[in-house]
């Protein structure tokens, strides 16, 4: 069996699976669920401001994403729907 990579984000927090994300994408951040861990980098979904051309994941490196609890997230799309 395939041994999981531990990935660390910018504030040393050990990411996993499923957990949410912010992450920089072009000029801005965006907001993504890890889909998997690669060796050297993870795949991230995009969750909220997802544009037309990115519906499908992205590679980043761990030290480019902070970890976010689910509360977080759930504070975000309550306070930013309308």
């Known amino acids: 069996m395939k041994e999981v990579p531990v990935?660390?984000?910018k504030l040393g927090r050990i990411i996993n699976v499923d957990d949410f994300v912010?992450?920089?994408d072009h000029n801005s951040?965006?907001?993504g669920k890890v889909v998997k861990l690669?060796?050297?980098m993870i795949g991230v979904w995009p969750v909220i401001n997802a544009?037309?051309?990115r519906t499908k994941n992205t590679n980043k490196?761990?030290?480019d994403l902070i970890r976010l609890?689910?509360?977080d997230m759930t504070w975000y799309i309550?306070?930013?729907s309308a």
């Open 7 to 9: 990935h660390k984000d």
């Open 22 to 24: 912010a992450y920089p």
């Open 29 to 31: 951040l965006e907001f």
């Open 38 to 40: 690669n060796a050297k």
């Open 51 to 53: 544009s037309k051309w």
């Open 61 to 63: 490196y761990p030290a």
């Open 69 to 71: 609890e689910a509360s």
């Open 78 to 80: 309550l306070k930013n």
